[in-house]
């Protein structure tokens, strides 16, 4: 363990630094200290707390040293695994990911610019937990289980759709980690995504909304939708699935009325506050633009790829 500081505006806060080798030592350290010490990860998201003064960890905890690193595809249960300190940047340009998951691939591309991407890991993205995060939403529709760990080498799932509490919590206990995130690929001829994201600026920018789509058709009829899956961010104080909106869209064909009520439907589903960025009034009128939009592109991708 290792003295350290940083600087506050004129001011040095001073806390511990350590870097265990093995998860049983990382999550021992978390109950050891309460609460009182923080996971780091690639840090952008922490160190910007800490300097803001957000947070006052006595005992910062590396996890770059666990090896939670790796991406892998297992054929026989068709699931995609990637470590939780995988970087935003590796998940955008892993092969693996672009083919079995490539949803996640564009959301994990949006994030901040190079510099962040190439630091920010996708636990981390998670983990924060705030409700503009850009791979929460994908992660939503795709189904993902968080692999937790805990003490005396205990290991549980938890499904993404229950884990985020509020703005920067989760249900992970104080001495939890999450070591990897499991997606299921979708195989299937008939289906499309879309990752739509709107900031004020292109690139280096946080969502005002973000939205998530997976469109599948119905092989007998591609004109009807057979199931569909929205999740929102930066609406609510967690990132959201749009249920009902989902509901609409079953079994229907898939026309601009069908389409126009599905955003209008998301719209409800949203509950935005005002903040510096946008006012809720005009986040939930781009809820309603983003979402008819990644509708008529996932839609647009089922076809090519049904065509090919
Ligand atoms: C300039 C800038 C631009 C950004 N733009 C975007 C953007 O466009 N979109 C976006 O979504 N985000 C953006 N971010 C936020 C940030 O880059 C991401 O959220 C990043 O993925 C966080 O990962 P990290 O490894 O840096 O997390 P850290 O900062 O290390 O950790 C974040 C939080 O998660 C906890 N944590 C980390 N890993 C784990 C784990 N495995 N288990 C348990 N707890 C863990 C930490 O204790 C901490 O509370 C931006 C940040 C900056 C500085």
Same mark, same amino acid.
């Given at each position: 363990m290792v003295n350290s500081d940083l600087y506050r505006g004129d001011k040095v806060v001073k806390f511990q630094f350590v870097e265990p080798r093995t998860v049983d030592e990382v999550c021992t350290l978390l109950s050891e200290y309460e609460g009182k010490a923080k996971v780091i990860a690639g840090g952008t998201d922490l160190v910007v707390q800490m300097r803001a003064g957000k947070i006052d960890p006595a005992l910062i905890i590396s996890i770059?040293?666990? #090896? !939670?690193?790796k991406i892998n595809y297992n054929i026989d249960t068709n699931v995609v695994s990637i470590g939780s300190l995988v970087t935003n940047d590796e998940v955008s340009k892993s092969p693996i990911i672009k083919e079995y998951v490539p949803l996640l691939a564009e959301a994990s591309r949006s994030i901040g610019g190079r510099q962040t991407r190439n630091l920010g890991t996708i636990g981390g993205n998670v983990c924060?937990?705030?409700?503009?995060?850009?791979t929460p939403p994908a992660l939503m529709v795709l189904g993902c289980k968080l692999r937790v760990a805990g003490l005396r080498g205990n290991i549980r799932s938890i499904d993404v759709m229950d884990?985020?509490?509020?703005? #920067? !919590?989760?249900?992970?206990?104080?001495d939890e980690i999450v070591t990897a995130l499991e997606v299921t690929p979708i195989?299937?001829?008939?289906a499309g995504h879309a990752f739509l994201k709107l900031g004020?600026?292109?690139?280096?920018e946080i969502s005002i909304v973000n939205t998530a789509i997976i469109i599948e058709l119905d092989?007998?009829?591609?004109?009807?939708?057979q199931k569909a899956r929205i999740a929102l961010g930066a609406v609510a104080p967690t990132p959201i699935r749009a249920i009902q909106a989902e509901n609409i869209l079953m079994?229907?064909?898939?026309d601009d009325n069908c389409i126009n009520q599905v955003a209008e439907a998301a719209a409800q589903c949203s509950k935005p506050i005002t903040d510096f960025r946008a006012s809720a009034e005009y986040r939930k009128e781009m809820v309603k633009v983003l979402v008819k939009r990644g509708i008529q592109q996932a839609i647009q991708e089922a076809y090519k790829k049904a065509s090919k």
């Open positions: 770059n040293m666990l #090896g !939670l690193n924060n937990a705030s409700p503009a995060a850009d884990f985020f509490k509020g703005p #920067g !919590l989760t249900t992970l206990e104080k195989r299937k001829n008939l004020i600026r292109k690139a280096m092989p007998q009829d591609p004109a009807i939708c079994g229907q064909k898939l």
